[in-house]
């Protein structure tokens, strides 16, 4: 019987391995795979085909509270070694137990830009900032679950890596 998931107890954002203060919220990237439209002699209409694999530009916003000194380090040119790492519960109902695992979201990124402050008596500031995802590696209580990485030709889900045979076959 699968587990249910509950929610997503604490977490925290670390640049190079060092924790990173600053941070209220994140929104991680979403996937938009490749396409391209079949259509032709032989078929009654068309249809969408994802090329395996292959990305289309992804983005990381980070929600903050104050346009504080770590929201503008991250505003540095040049790439960014980040990991959010969060403890989850879920319920496994075979053993009628509630559980935690530890999920840790590795990124490479780059400054795209930052949504300007709200200033007012009493209220938080609110910025945020979107970063263009070069890398994304993603680890539940330490082993590797995902990997998107389109510079190293590199798409791996649940330990599959969908390009390994290309990269071969192309000597990279």
């Known amino acids: 019987m699968p587990y249910m998931d509950e929610q997503t107890i604490n977490w925290a954002v ?9 941070m209220a919220t994140a929104t991680l990237p979403g996937t938009d795979m490749q396409t391209q439209e079949v259509s032709g ?8 085909v994802p090329t395996t694999g292959h990305v289309g530009p992804r983005t990381l916003t980070l929600n903050f509270i104050q346009y504080s000194e770590a929201a503008r380090k991250l505003k540095q040119p040049g790439l960014h070694l980040i990991d959010l790492r969060h403890v989850d519960s879920y319920y496994d109902p075979a053993s009628a137990e509630l559980k935690e695992r530890q999920v ?19 209220i ?9 995802v070069r890398s994304e590696v993603i ?9 998107i990485d389109p510079a190293a030709y590199k798409y ?17």
């Open 104 to 122: 840790k979201h590795v990124y490479k990124m780059e400054h795209l830009s930052t949504s300007g402050a709200t200033i007012g008596t009493a």
């Open 156 to 172: 791996t889900v649940n330990g599959t890596d969908y390009l390994a045979s290309h990269r071969n076959f192309l000597g990279r």
């Open 41 to 48: 002699a032989g078929i009654s209409g068309s249809y969408t």
């Open 139 to 147: 680890y539940v209580d330490g082993t590797e679950v995902e990997a």
């Open 14 to 22: 670390f640049e190079d391995g060092t924790e990173f203060l600053g």
């Open 124 to 132: 938080m500031q609110n910025p945020s900032g979107t970063y263009s």
